[in-house]
């Protein structure tokens, strides 16, 4: 169990988020509805009492020593922790669209990694250079022009050393002799002809390095102005977790979790984004509930290896707390009315219920936090097997 400090100031079991906890209850609803029987109304909860050799001192009890079994009263610290299934891949997604005219003559292979100032395909024989941007590329540029596009320009030019910051200096934004200079060099260096000009569809723009994930330009076949040639994402690991709505409030960003990799190794990482819109679920779909997308970085990208949409599950902590008292979700007994309590047994066998305030639950390992008077660390409760 995580000993990390809690999200906010965890006090007293009694505390607790009711709201929350209402939401964690619903879970384990079939757990503790198969040990209640509700005698009526202001009465106790009646369970079976397997370890009772005469008459069952409950009313309504069997004595069914297969059905019952004890734990005892831990404390520990506790995390509160919910294991979601999630998909392991890349971020970001890129559609690379075509500026030139004419006859496919190269393409990549897809998983292939393109960086800034490679070749990413080619049109009749022409490279089509791939520089990092954030503006598409649309005019040609040439001396004399100014704007974001000649900005990214630049700044490629500096990274890739065809100019230094002196030449060129940093966030310049005008199309000057400087660069001219610097792109007859990175011309000369693709053998293209050094005229200092950047024709349309001469280079790609893209945030960051691409990783083609499909193709569906054709090679050999015409390719015309504004056609998408291929797919991509960026080189960074990530994971995405398609949420249940409801949940959207146990989870923050920076919250710790745990990736449990197809090969059953573990890696951790951290949640960097929490959506606000829920997406409905595809018609036909089995899922009837509405998600939110959360988004989870790797701590140690390498540790997650190559899987590309491979099906993960992700533990995240949502919480923690120190030095309580701990019993399983399935001891938890509905009280008539409202509230919880466990089942206790005695010094002398004899068996009483202790009623219990809720707080963090951890439904990776079923237990819960409780607190209730007369309750203390060691004591038996009566567990259903189910």
């Known amino acids: 169990m995580s000993a990390a400090a809690p999200r906010t100031n965890a006090g007293p079991p009694d505390g607790a988020d009711p709201a929350r906890a209402r939401r964690r209850r619903r879970k384990a609803t079939w757990l503790i509805a198969a040990a209640v029987v509700v005698v009526g109304a202001g009465a106790g909860v009646a369970v079976s009492d397997p370890f009772s050799s005469g008459a069952s001192s409950h009313p309504g009890a069997s004595d069914d020593p297969g059905r019952m079994s004890l734990y005892a009263v831990a404390r520990q610290d506790l995390s509160s922790q919910t294991e979601v299934p999630a998909t392991l891949g890349y971020a970001g997604s890129y559609s690379v669209v075509n500026q030139a005219q004419g006859t496919v003559t190269s393409l990549p292979a897809v998983g292939q990694v393109v960086s800034q100032g490679q070749v990413l395909y080619q049109v009749s024989g022409a490279p089509v250079v791939l520089l990092y941007g954030s503006t598409p590329a649309y005019r040609e540029q040439s001396e004399g022009i100014t704007g974001g596009d000649v900005a990214a320009l630049n700044a490629d030019l500096v990274a890739l050393g065809y100019a230094t910051s002196a030449e060129i200096p940093s966030g310049t934004a005008d199309f000057t002799y400087g660069t001219k200079v610097a792109v007859e060099k990175l011309q000369g260096e693709l053998g293209e002809t050094e005229n200092g000009t950047v024709s349309l569809g001469q280079a790609v723009f893209e945030p960051t390095a691409v990783r083609v994930t499909s193709v569906s330009a054709t090679l050999g076949a015409p390719v015309q102005a504004g056609q998408p040639v291929l797919q991509g994402t960026t080189t960074m690991r990530q994971v995405s977790i398609a949420l249940d709505a409801a949940q959207q409030s146990e989870v923050v960003v920076g919250d710790r979790v745990a990736i449990t990799l ?109 607190s209730g008077s007369g309750l203390a660390a060691g004591e038996r409760t009566v567990v259903p097997n189910l």
Do not use: C, K, M
Request: negative net charge; hydrophobic residues 40%; charged residues 15%.
């Open 262 to 370: 197809p090969n059953n190794q573990t890696a951790p990482g951290t949640v960097s984004s929490v959506g606000t819109v829920a997406i409905a679920p595809e018609p036909g779909s089995s899922d009837t509930s509405p998600t939110i997308t959360v988004l989870v970085d790797p701590a140690d990208p390498a540790a997650t290896g190559t899987w590309d949409q491979a099906p993960v599950n992700v533990t995240i902590t949502t919480g923690s707390v120190r030095n309580v008292l701990v019993v399983p979700v399935d001891a938890l007994l509905a009280e008539a009315g409202a509230g919880y309590a466990v089942e206790v047994e005695g010094a002398n066998g004899g068996r009483h219920l202790v009623t219990v305030t809720l707080g963090l639950f951890d439904d990776a390992d079923g237990l819960v936090q409780v």
